[in-house]
């Protein structure tokens, strides 16, 4: 069992950073592909970003390549995504993941309970 919690969102406007944290707590933290998906009002969850077991391998939506980066700290149990020149397409709820790894929701199987980023143009 993973347990995940989020932190980090808030209101920031258009071309600002935010820097997301997951926290894990249980056991073998480093045994799983850590991913960050978002779901927006009415918009299917989507996969924004994921990083391998050992932080060596990492992942972006082409929406957010080259503008976020996802790093992880198997020490402290931590994931992280820095958000930087955000936009208002970018508002979403964010959560993340722990599981197996790949762009599909249904890879993971521990969930955060989701943070909210909010871009003001």
């Known amino acids: 069992q993973v347990q995940l919690v989020e932190s980090g969102g808030g209101l920031v406007q258009a071309g600002g950073s935010l820097r997301l944290s997951c926290a894990a707590s249980?056991?073998?933290?480093?045994?799983?592909?850590m991913g960050w998906f978002r779901q927006a009002p009415g918009k299917e969850r989507e996969s924004v970003a994921r990083?391998?077991?050992?932080?060596?391998?990492?992942y972006y939506a082409d929406s957010v390549n080259g503008r976020f980066t996802i790093s992880r700290d198997n020490a402290k149990k931590v994931v992280y995504l820095q958000m930087n020149s955000l936009k208002s397409e970018d508002t979403a709820v964010y959560y993340c993941?722990?599981?197996?790894?790949?762009?599909?929701?249904?890879?993971?199987?521990?969930w955060g309970q989701g943070t909210q980023v909010t871009v003001s143009s």
């Open positions: 993941a722990a599981g197996s790894g790949g762009d599909y929701a249904n890879e993971y199987d521990y």
């Open positions: 249980g056991r073998s933290f480093s045994s799983y592909t």
């Open positions: 990083i391998s077991r050992s932080g060596s391998s990492k």
